[in-house]
């Protein structure tokens, strides 16, 4: 009776790992005669697969493998503002902990270079302290309350899909200490989406 | 003097790089990622319709006309979609959601621990815990599932970045000095790849305050997106 009641919960569990649909055979307790036991028993058509308990053949869902880091983001359009031609691979290969002493002089160096007369931002941000927090590009994401790229009050706490992150970054890089310089590089005029979100999952308008 | 003063500002740097920004938050940002099925285009985290949940977009295959290259645009098997969740603020993730492809389904796996075969921090493995999955949607079959309080969307969408493109050509060109108001979403009518996942706040702990000096009492959690191919 313990016997039975092991290998029962054996084979649950076996079944339960590999993700595969497969009936206990109560009747059975000679043999482990599951979809995961490496022998075509039951009506498998081959090993632990096929007939009318397992999943089909050639189905078997393999996740094994390593996966190696070839894209990443945080924020929007860090890398391809700030990157630079030589470095844009590297940074996307660079893990957050090495970013900023990797690419935080780039970045100040490529931020001068898009406004040489950068002074502060409209955070009171200077060169050095603009592409310090750039340059760790990950995303902050508030834990409480509203989460946005910017909304006019809240700033930097996630981001939305109706974020206009496009003119938030033109006014952080072009607009000066209060956003006014350069007034005809702050905006794209383009502050929406041209279809509507959803306010429900998924969230994200239907393809065209 | 306004348009001699753009120029130079734009004049640091090359129209090459130019056009790329021109392009994207982070489509085609880089060459070795440009148009393969590891590229990603956008990145998105924002409180869910519950204000108990969070929801993580990542975009991947950008640029997708509507028909054919869209309905023929599939997520690659050998590429994971890992989100990364660091909690202290130390930039190291402490929690990701994997998502990865195997026949007509995504599967989702975490928030759980990082998986991380070696000492290398690029390299992951697929966890081993709890798999959750949907059947990959079409235009016109659209598969939502919700499983443990999570909920769960992969296929095409419509591209949810705006930008006025062609404006920035023709100030590149010189035939404008600056955006127009209003200006001409280029992106209208593009489509790209989506993974969606909504999950309890409940199931990410951590976060810490004084992260964020525009918002020194929330607590923050930093969190970004990485594509991985196998190797």
């Known amino acids: ?208 | 003097m306004k348009k001699s003063k753009f120029f130079a500002i734009i004049g640091g740097i090359g129209v090459a790089a130019l056009s790329v920004f021109l392009i994207s938050a982070d489509h085609i940002d880089a060459p070795a990622v440009t148009g393969t099925t590891a590229d990603i285009t956008d990145f998105y985290a924002f409180q869910g319709e519950n204000n108990g949940n969070f929801v993580f977009v990542a975009n991947v295959q950008g640029l997708l006309a509507p028909g054919q290259p869209t309905t023929q645009a599939i997520f690659d098997e050998t590429v994971l979609i890992e989100i990364n969740i660091d909690n202290d603020n130390d930039l190291k993730e402490d929690l990701v959601i994997q998502a990865i492809k195997r026949g007509d389904s995504m599967y989702f796996i975490g928030p759980t621990g990082p998986a991380t075969p070696g000492s290398d921090p690029l390299e992951s493995t697929i966890a081993t815990s709890a798999k959750r999955s949907v059947k990959i949607s079409t235009k016109d079959d659209v598969q939502i599932a919700e499983k443990d309080g999570m909920k769960f969307f992969a296929g095409p969408r419509e591209d949810p970045f705006f930008f006025d493109f062609n404006q920035y050509n023709a100030v590149l060109a010189g035939t404008a000095s600056s955006f127009n108001n209003p200006g001409v979403d280029t992106f209208a009518g593009t489509n790209v790849l989506s993974i969606v996942v909504e999950v309890p706040k409940s199931m990410i702990p951590g976060g810490v305050v004084g992260v964020n000096p525009f918002a020194p009492n929330t607590p923050i959690y930093n969190v970004w997106v990485e594509a991985k191919r196998k190797i």
């Open chain 1, 1 to 208: 009776m313990k016997t039975l009641k092991y290998i029962t919960l054996f084979a649950a569990i076996s079944t339960s790992l590999l993700l595969v649909q497969c009936k206990d055979d109560d009747d059975n307790v000679i043999t482990q005669e599951t979809c995961t036991d490496g022998i075509m028993n039951g009506e498998e058509t081959e090993v632990d697969c096929g007939g009318p308990d397992c999943a089909p053949c050639g189905q078997v869902i393999d996740f094994s493998g390593t996966y190696r880091q070839e894209d990443q983001m945080g924020r929007p359009g860090i890398n391809t503002v700030f990157g630079t031609t030589g470095f844009k691979d590297a940074f996307n290969v660079t893990v957050p902990t090495a970013m900023q002493a990797a690419f935080q002089t780039k970045f100040q160096d490529k931020l001068l270079a898009l406004n040489a007369d950068y002074t502060t931002n409209a955070l009171g941000q200077d060169a050095a302290t603009f592409t310090t927090v750039l340059s760790n590009d990950v995303l902050w994401l508030g834990k409480t309350g509203i989460t946005t790229y910017f909304n006019g009050t809240e700033i930097l706490t996630g981001r939305a899909l109706s974020d206009d992150v496009i003119d938030v970054s033109l006014l952080l890089v072009f607009g000066g200490p209060d956003g006014s310089e350069n007034p005809g590089l702050t905006s794209d005029g383009v502050p929406t989406n041209d279809v509507a979100f959803s306010s429900s999952f998924p969230y994200l308008a239907g393809p065209f």
